[in-house]
């Protein structure tokens, strides 16, 4: 996985939002979902312009608030910003968000192909494994608006 491949993952669940929002429109969201659900790695390209009528601009013009604050994070605490662990502790410590938003570490309650269970906090909540990881009871996981995003040690 590539600090790219992640920031793409924990970022798509926002975009069927940002659909919805008028934010993105429908072309851009089925560039992403082929991007993210086909398993290609997108190149470093795609994350480093701005103009969102060329494709290796897209994920900045789809999801311009995290990359800027991914931009912000990685200068404040002089990383490289597409790093794999950059990327990683972006999401998983520093993304700002509350709510629903918010990025959760949980643990795998009742493994599925589909619809895994996941303890977050006290309350064993139904997920989406939209990237179809091989899960496991006890495995422990990053959720994202009730996307299990990736597996990790708390």
Known sequence: MTGEGLFLRYAFPCAEGRVIRGKLDEAHFE????????????????LK??????FRHLLRYCF???????????ESSDRERWALGTVTEFWRSHHEHRGECRVRRGVIVAASDKFPRVLLGEEAVRTINLYGLPLRNGEEVCVHLSVVVEKTEI
Do not use: N, S
């Not at 992403?32 to 795609?46: F, I, N, T, Y």
């Not at 312009?49 to 060329?54: A, E, L, T």
């Not at 311009?64 to 990685?74: G, V």
């Open 31 to 46: 560039v992403l979902k082929k991007l993210v659900l086909g398993g290609d790695e997108p190149r470093q390209e795609l």
């Open 64 to 74: 311009p608030h995290a990359f800027r604050r991914l931009r912000e994070f990685a």
């Open 49 to 54: 312009y701005r103009r969102p009528h060329v």
